[in-house]
């Protein structure tokens, strides 16, 4: 029996896929927004985004790339954009209090710097909206244990910890209640992060099924840029949370930082540059960021290292590493200098978030039967 079970799976899966696919090419609310952006030069998307990152450090070269420098893009391309500091999700992992106030305000300082403008986009801090605890807890009596047991985040966490908390195995659904309770449209994430947006669209369905269309079904809006790579292991991403200081720039780095850490990033014995991610990993992940951080695709950054070898390439890719981080770095530190501006956009951005939430959970609220 169990077999059988594990074979029918595959085809469960594709039906649901399938059933998905066609549900959203028949969506009238799509073809609206297609309609209503149809015919501009520059089109304005339509819609909500909405977007957090946790408060666990300085963001490093690879969320710059891979989410923050769309972030700040996305906030032309909206009308309405969110973006939370997510210390909610944070403490799934054991933190420091003190720690982690100070973490907060160094993210907010992180990413006005990178370039989210608060008069925009609104930025706030996740825990003075109540609204996402209590969505999340309704959610969660939508979910199945099965169906957060088999998310990637939970697989990966939870063998590293042997056993994972209440709060890890639950977080998706906290996700998917920051996202719903601001009727999001649309969600910029990263490739691992795809199913965990397909739980939130899921609980949409759930919940308009039972109780009536009240929530859209968010689509995903994947970035372009390719996955910067761990500056001492290219098979793997770069992360804050490595053990080698030398694998992981950090937007704060300082330029003798930056020139130390890719001077001794991983490459191979061929001297000449060339990009190919599955034999060449290590050089491919320069190039990676050479065309990033230059604003070149990667054929026009291998054409640049033309007739240098790996050596004299680790300079040029620093040098465009470091002419775009050091702004980025000092505006970080003139604003980590004022705390009580920082705590100020973070407060205004709490009141818009909430202005736009508890309309919503007070609809969810009545909708369920509790009022």
């Known amino acids: 029996m169990r077999s059988q079970s594990k074979m029918a799976l595959p085809v469960r899966t594709n039906f649901k896929h399938l059933f998905r696919f066609i549900h959203k090419m028949n969506s009238p609310k799509r073809l609206l927004c ?20 946790q408060p666990t450090g300085v963001p490093h070269l690879g969320n710059y790339l891979g989410a923050l420098e769309n972030w700040v893009a996305l906030q032309n391309q909206y009308p309405s954009v969110l973006y939370s500091i997510v210390d909610l999700h944070s403490i799934t992992q054991p933190q420091d209090p003190a720690q982690l106030r100070s973490n907060i305000l160094d993210m907010a300082a992180s990413l006005l710097a990178c370039g989210i403008d608060p008069e925009r986009a609104v930025l706030f801090q996740q825990s003075q909206v109540s609204e996402h605890a209590e969505l999340s807890w309704i959610l969660g009596c939508l979910t199945s244990m099965p169906r957060l047991r088999h998310l990637p985040q939970w697989k990966t966490k939870s063998k590293l910890k042997n056993e994972g908390s209440v709060g890890l195995f639950t977080y998706p659904v906290l996700q998917a209640a920051d996202i719903l309770l601001y009727k999001s449209t649309h969600v910029p994430v990263g490739e691992d992060q795809v199913q965990h947006l397909e739980l939130a669209q899921d609980l949409a369905r759930i919940f308009n099924n039972r109780y009536g269309d009240l929530f859209p079904e968010p689509a995903a809006l994947l970035s372009s840029t390719r996955k910067v790579k761990s500056l001492r292991d290219p098979s793997a991403k770069m992360s804050k949370s490595d053990p080698q200081t030398m694998a992981t720039i950090t937007i704060t780095d300082s330029p003798d930082d930056i020139a130390l850490k890719l001077r001794r990033a991983v490459t191979d014995f ?37 007739g240098l070898d790996t050596g004299a390439y680790k300079k040029l890719v620093t040098e465009a590493v470091i002419q775009r981080l050091t702004p980025i770095r000092e505006e970080i530190e003139r604003l980590k200098s004022d705390r009580a501006h920082l705590e100020g956009v973070l407060a205004r951005g709490t009141r818009r978030a909430r202005e ?5 959970l007070r609809e969810v609220r009545q909708r369920v039967g509790f009022c």
């Open 34 to 53: 297609s309609e209503a952006c149809a015919g501009e030069k520059e089109p304005l998307g339509c819609g909500r985004v909405f977007s957090g990152i």
């Open 270 to 306: 061929t001297s000449e540059v060339s990009f190919d991610p599955e034999t060449r990993p290590g050089v491919s992940n320069l190039v990676t960021i050479h065309a990033a951080m230059a604003r070149i695709s990667e054929e026009e950054a291998v054409a640049q290292a033309r």
């Open 356 to 360: 736009l939430a508890a309309p919503v």
